[in-house]
């Protein structure tokens, strides 16, 4: 199962704030870089809940793929400590809010089957144990030894680490079956004890392993007790995932509901119609249930997947004599004929669904009676419609199931509309507290006020005005007037033939119909036309990247009116390669944009030159910052060195036999090294062996106390390499013409840069992005100029316009002079380092020839340019003429 777009964007996001943090030991201003380089610079602060400790949130809504996520997050996670700490082992601690999702998480975790584990054993080359509590309270299969050699997931609920009952203070109790993790120093090691507990506890096991702790549905841990809890695992890091984020998380991604709604993930938006008793709305549900059924038998002889649509009828507690309870239900579906083998109640108390896989083809549950039972823990993709039963006067509300009808099944678009939104039938008096009750279970499940639709023949007069904003859709004409309450659940109102009167409808448009099938019919007719539109709307969402809830904490700069048509009229040329796109009708002539990972496929590093002198190595090892006094402790512990951890491990390498030492320090380089992406990393591992390979034992023992600058001398070479390779094929490519220019960056309304430059003359957006001091004035001098009509200080990292060739480059700014030249501009101060000045400008003059009279390319220094390049005195000359 791959990651689908916005559940990679999680773990980017994630990768993104760990090399922050690594480049910013403070948790603080880590946290507030992170934000700042995506232009969000009204960030709340960081929380240091768990002093010393990254604790991060990912929001992710309902349905999202929340458990997935995580399990991705795991190696980029565990990888980013492995390099301060080589030996550190790799426990998670899984922690979940309640027994019914304790049992489901160790369920698919376990099954070699299942996309989770097969996920991990592919990330961790099959080396996983998944453990409960009892688990490693018995040692079972749960040693030293064994924590070293793999990954070690412990699944664990909150409760359990609460010592309320003889069970839990196990956890805190001398244990014998953990003795291999005693190691004899414990006295010297008091400070990472948790006291007045034996070591031998569990509770200080896990603490000695520092574990990377996971917090499944963490709005549930947000009491002080729970972040007591927290604390006394000791976590070396924190990673939280909800769609309802509390006050205190330091949320570092955000996942729009629209997205789950483009990838299939959800049946949105949820219809909700109202009507006039509780008779009502059962006939309604079996009748579209009936519907969408025969819908779905039609779908699947085309060729789609199997669906069996459920009705969850929520009923009332066992209170007093009220006829809604489940067991009145169930015996009112039996006397409409409903079989009953296909009615199935799920309470507190009875659970008819255990064991039963609702998935299967051969399952014939279509209709499933709660109470609420099913608030978490429990979903199935194939549940379509939510008809509430429930005295309003109730405890009970919408907002506790709603989730559980949220779910695509199959996670796949379905040929028609209907099979891919979701229903919800009730009979309210008091409609507008039942919308709200549906608002509140979607801003639940990490949904807005925005993702349903309102259909209401029930409402008086005065309650008919729309509901935040959203439509309200009078299906018959006029008003019937309120709901008219029921003591007793009178079904003689449903039509026995509620069954053939509903697949006449679906299939024969001229059969009479009674008036519930003429209301059901009403509501599939407009959600048809909500869906389109709903849809819509996630395509077009699909092109933003600011969440909603950061659009008011975003620096956002707009385009000046002045140059605004101009700007957004312009493309500048971009590389772009010509490709086949295959068939019988194939166009010689397609064009798509060209990355510079096309030019390195071919690239075998393993095979280049591997000759590289570390005689000028600095002798450096990993920063140590010590830890930041003040500020709330915020310096972060996973980022500090382990330096007595790394002289042991270091010491059992040097042991080894040469051959042990070379695969052994291959592997500690080339995991430094990283993702070098097209590269494969056999090449990468292949390529570094023969370097290791030609190492004296000096050398090999230098190599391990110095590996990181070892490593930014290997990777130079290989950027070297690369860079050569890349440019004779992007050469070869131009020369016979199968890669040409063509119009296609455009200007953004808004920009959202990191940081602000002071105000300028001529800036193309109302405020432009930070700038150093050099650029600073030759911008200003530039600006000075009579011929300059306005200039643009370009962004960065993938928000900028590139010149995409043999290397990414992004140039300082863009400028248009009166006359209508275009002139990309890149600044180098005399005292940079301008190793791939060369470059830049070798491709900056390709693109200008390439482009057109119109667009010129210009390297500025102040006064020592390389060859090609241009003198501040002499570029202000030329572009004063242009």
Same mark, same amino acid.
């Given at each position: 199962?791959?990651?689908?777009?916005?559940?990679?964007?999680?773990?980017?996001?994630?990768?993104?704030?760990?090399?922050?943090?690594?480049?910013?030991?403070?948790?603080?201003?880590?946290?507030?870089?992170?934000?700042?380089?995506?232009?969000?610079? =009204?960030?709340?602060?960081?929380?240091?809940?768990?002093?010393?400790?990254?604790?991060?949130?990912?929001?992710?809504?309902?349905?999202?793929?929340?458990?997935?996520?995580?399990?991705?997050?795991?190696?980029?996670?565990?990888?980013?400590?492995?390099?301060?700490?080589?030996?550190?082992?790799?426990?998670?601690?899984?922690?979940?809010?309640?027994?019914?999702?304790?049992?489901?998480?160790?369920?698919?975790?376990?099954?070699?089957?299942?996309?989770?584990?097969?996920?991990?054993?592919?990330?961790?080359?099959?080396?996983?144990?998944?453990?409960?509590?009892?688990?490693?309270?018995?040692?079972?299969?749960?040693?030293?030894?064994?924590?070293?050699?793999?990954?070690?997931?412990?699944?664990?609920?909150?409760?359990?680490?609460?010592?309320?009952?003889?069970?839990?203070?196990?956890?805190?109790?001398?244990?014998?079956?953990?003795?291999?993790?005693?190691?004899?120093?414990?006295?010297?090691?008091?400070?990472?004890?948790?006291?007045?507990?034996?070591?031998?506890?569990?509770?200080?096991?896990?603490?000695? &392993?520092?574990?990377?702790?996971?917090?499944?549905?963490?709005?549930?841990?947000?009491?002080?007790?729970?972040?007591?809890?927290?604390?006394?695992?000791?976590?070396?890091?924190?990673?939280? &995932?909800?769609?309802?984020?509390?006050?205190?998380?330091?949320?570092?991604?955000?996942?729009?509901?629209?997205?789950?709604?483009?990838?299939?993930?959800?049946?949105?938006?949820?219809?909700?119609? +109202?009507?006039?008793?509780?008779?009502?709305?059962?006939?309604?549900?079996?009748?579209?249930?009936?519907?969408?059924?025969?819908?779905?038998?039609?779908?699947?002889?085309?060729? /789609?997947?199997?669906?069996?649509?459920?009705?969850?009828?929520?009923?009332?507690?066992?209170?007093?004599?009220?006829?809604?309870?489940?067991?009145?239900?169930?015996?009112?579906?039996?006397?409409?004929?409903?079989?009953?083998?296909?009615?199935?109640?799920?309470?507190?108390?009875?659970?008819?669904?255990?064991?039963?896989?609702?998935?299967?083809?051969?399952?014939?549950?279509?209709?499933?009676?709660?109470?609420?039972?099913?608030?978490?823990?429990?979903?199935?993709?194939?549940?379509?419609?939510?008809?509430?039963?429930?005295?309003?006067?109730?405890?009970?509300?919408?907002?506790?199931?709603?989730?559980?009808?949220?779910?695509?099944?199959?996670?796949?678009?379905? /040929?028609?509309?209907?099979?891919?939104?979701?229903?919800?039938?009730?009979?309210?008096?008091?409609?507008?507290?039942?919308?709200? #009750?549906?608002?509140?279970?979607?801003?639940?499940?990490?949904?807005?006020?925005?993702?349903?639709?309102?259909?209401?023949?029930?409402?008086?007069?005065?309650?008919?005005?729309?509901?935040?904003?959203?439509?309200?859709?009078?299906?018959?004409?006029?008003?019937?007037?309120?709901?008219?309450?029921?003591?007793?659940?009178?079904?003689?109102?449903?039509?026995?033939?509620?069954?053939?009167?509903?697949?006449?409808?679906?299939?024969?448009?001229?059969?009479?119909?009674?008036?519930?099938?003429?209301?059901?019919?009403?509501?599939?007719?407009?959600?048809?036309?909500?869906?389109?539109?709903?849809?819509?709307?996630?395509?077009?969402?699909?092109?933003?990247?600011?969440?909603?809830?950061?659009?008011?904490?975003?620096?956002?700069?707009?385009?000046?009116?002045?140059?605004?048509?101009?700007?957004?009229?312009?493309?500048?040329?971009?590389?772009?390669?010509?490709?086949?796109?295959?068939?019988?009708?194939?166009?010689?002539?397609?064009?798509?944009?060209?990355?510079?990972?096309?030019?390195?496929?071919?690239?075998?590093?393993?095979?280049?030159?591997?000759?590289?002198?570390?005689?000028?190595?600095?002798?450096?090892?990993?920063?140590?910052?010590?830890?930041?006094? =003040?500020?709330?402790?915020?310096?972060?512990?996973?980022?500090?060195?382990?330096?007595?951890?790394?002289?042991?491990?270091?010491?059992?390498?040097?042991?080894?036999?040469?051959? #042990?030492?070379?695969?052994?320090?291959?592997?500690?380089?080339?995991?430094?090294?990283?993702?070098?992406?097209?590269?494969?990393?056999?090449?990468?591992?292949?390529?570094?062996?023969?370097?290791?390979?030609?190492?004296?034992?000096?050398?090999?023992?230098?190599?391990?106390?110095?590996?990181?600058?070892?490593?930014?001398?290997?990777?130079?070479?290989?950027?070297?390499?690369?860079?050569?390779?890349?440019?004779?094929?992007?050469?070869?490519?131009?020369?016979?013409?199968?890669?040409?220019?063509?119009?296609?960056?455009?200007?953004?309304?808004?920009?959202?840069?990191?940081?602000?430059?002071?105000?300028?003359?001529?800036?193309?957006?109302?405020?432009?992005?930070?700038?150093? =001091?050099?650029?600073?004035?030759?911008?200003?001098?530039?600006?000075?100029?009579?011929?300059?009509?306005?200039?643009?200080?370009?962004?960065?990292?993938?928000?900028?316009?590139?010149? +995409? =060739?043999?290397?990414?480059?992004?140039?300082?700014?863009?400028?248009?002079?009166?006359?209508?030249?275009?002139?990309?501009?890149?600044?180098?101060?005399?005292?940079?380092?301008?190793?791939?000045?060369?470059?830049?400008?070798?491709?900056?003059?390709?693109?200008?020839?390439?482009?057109?009279?119109?667009?010129?390319?210009?390297?500025?220094?102040?006064?020592?340019?390389?060859? /090609?390049?241009?003198?501040?005195?002499?570029?202000?000359?030329?572009?004063?003429?242009?």
């Amino acid at each position: 199962m791959e990651l689908k777009p916005y559940q990679q964007s999680v773990i980017d996001d994630l990768a993104t704030y760990l090399s922050t943090l690594e480049q910013t030991p403070h948790l603080g201003k880590a946290y507030k870089a992170f934000w700042a380089e995506k232009g969000v610079t =009204g960030m709340d602060e960081y929380k240091n809940t768990v002093p010393g400790v990254p604790h991060v949130c990912a929001k992710v809504p309902t349905a999202g793929g929340k458990t997935y996520i995580a399990v991705n997050a795991l190696k980029t996670i565990l990888d980013s400590f492995t390099a301060h700490s080589p030996e550190r082992p790799q426990l998670v601690v899984w922690l979940v809010p309640s027994l019914t999702i304790l049992e489901q998480t160790i369920k698919n975790l376990s099954d070699p089957e299942h996309p989770y584990r097969s996920r991990l054993n592919q990330l961790f080359k099959g080396r996983v144990a998944i453990y409960e509590k009892r688990d490693l309270l018995m040692g079972a299969g749960f040693s030293a030894d064994t924590v070293r050699e793999q990954l070690s997931v412990v699944v664990m609920s909150f409760d359990s680490l609460r010592a309320r009952n003889k069970d839990d203070r196990k956890i805190y109790q001398d244990n014998g079956y953990l003795a291999s993790f005693l190691t004899g120093a414990e006295e010297q090691e008091a400070d990472w004890l948790l006291p007045d507990y034996d070591a031998s506890a569990l509770i200080n096991v896990i603490r000695r &392993l520092k574990p990377l702790v996971v917090v499944d549905e963490s709005h549930n841990a947000e009491t002080t007790l729970s972040v007591e809890m927290l604390v006394n695992l000791n976590p070396h890091f924190i990673l939280d &995932l909800t769609a309802t984020p509390k006050k205190n998380s330091n949320i570092i991604s955000y996942v729009d509901a629209m997205a789950l709604k483009r990838y299939h993930m959800v049946k949105l938006p949820v219809i909700v119609a +109202n009507q006039t008793s509780r008779s009502e709305v059962i006939e309604s549900a079996l009748i579209l249930r009936r519907q969408l059924e025969e819908i779905a038998i039609s779908e699947e002889k085309k060729g /789609g997947r199997y669906i069996r649509p459920i009705v969850l009828f929520q009923a009332q507690p066992r209170i007093g004599d009220d006829n809604t309870t489940y067991e009145k239900i169930k015996e009112k579906l039996v006397e409409l004929k409903i079989p009953a083998e296909q009615i199935k109640i799920k309470t507190a108390d009875l659970n008819e669904l255990k064991g039963i896989d609702l998935m299967s083809r051969y399952c014939p549950v279509r209709y499933i009676i709660t109470v609420n039972a099913l608030k978490e823990g429990w979903d199935c993709p194939f549940a379509y419609v939510l008809a509430s039963l429930a005295d309003k006067s109730s405890a009970v509300d919408v907002e506790q199931i709603l989730g559980r009808v949220l779910r695509m099944p199959h996670v796949q678009q379905h /040929g028609h509309d209907l099979l891919n939104l979701s229903y919800v039938f009730t009979a309210s008096s008091r409609f507008m507290d039942t919308i709200q #009750s549906v608002v509140r279970a979607l801003n639940r499940a990490g949904f807005s006020d925005n993702d349903y639709r309102t259909f209401d023949t029930a409402a008086p007069a005065e309650e008919t005005k729309p509901f935040n904003g959203q439509a309200m859709f009078d299906l018959a004409g006029t008003l019937i007037g309120p709901t008219v309450t029921e003591n007793e659940l009178d079904m003689s109102a449903v039509s026995h033939e509620w069954s053939a009167a509903a697949t006449a409808a679906a299939l024969d448009a001229s059969a009479p119909i009674t008036e519930s099938v003429a209301f059901v019919e009403a509501v599939k007719a407009q959600a048809v036309v909500q869906n389109k539109e709903f849809e819509e709307k996630a395509e077009a969402a699909a092109d933003s990247v600011v969440p909603v809830e950061l659009e008011d904490k975003m620096n956002k700069h707009k385009l000046k009116e002045i140059f605004r048509d101009d700007a957004l009229a312009l493309k500048l040329p971009q590389f772009f390669i010509r490709v086949q796109t295959g068939g019988w009708f194939d166009d010689d002539n397609a064009l798509q944009l060209f990355e510079r990972d096309e030019l390195l496929k071919d690239f075998k590093l393993s095979q280049a030159d591997g000759n590289i002198s570390f005689e000028d190595v600095a002798a450096e090892m990993y920063r140590v910052d010590l830890e930041q006094l =003040g500020d709330h402790n915020y310096a972060p512990k996973p980022f500090k060195i382990d330096a007595a951890g790394r002289a042991r491990f270091n010491s059992i390498i040097l042991t080894g036999s040469r051959e #042990s030492q070379v695969r052994n320090v291959t592997a500690r380089l080339a995991h430094l090294i990283g993702n070098l992406y097209p590269i494969t990393d056999p090449e990468v591992n292949k390529y570094v062996e023969r370097i290791v390979e030609t190492m004296s034992p000096e050398q090999i023992r230098d190599c391990l106390e110095r590996d990181v600058a070892y490593v930014r001398k290997i990777k130079q070479k290989i950027t070297m390499l690369a860079n050569v390779h890349a440019t004779k094929q992007f050469n070869d490519l131009l020369d016979i013409d199968k890669i040409v220019v063509q119009p296609q960056f455009g200007f953004p309304s808004i920009i959202t840069p990191s940081s602000n430059a002071p105000a300028l003359p001529k800036s193309l957006y109302g405020t432009e992005a930070a700038m150093g =001091g050099f650029e600073g004035r030759v911008i200003n001098d530039i600006a000075n100029l009579d011929s300059i009509q306005w200039w643009h200080r370009n962004l960065s990292r993938g928000k900028g316009f590139r010149i +995409n =060739g043999f290397l990414n480059h992004y140039p300082d700014f863009i400028l248009k002079t009166k006359s209508g030249k275009i002139v990309v501009l890149e600044t180098k101060g005399d005292d940079r380092d301008n190793t791939d000045s060369e470059l830049k400008l070798r491709l900056g003059k390709l693109w200008e020839s390439k482009s057109g009279g119109s667009f010129k390319y210009m390297m500025v220094f102040d006064n020592n340019p390389v060859d /090609g390049a241009e003198r501040l005195s002499d570029a202000l000359k030329k572009l004063g003429q242009l």
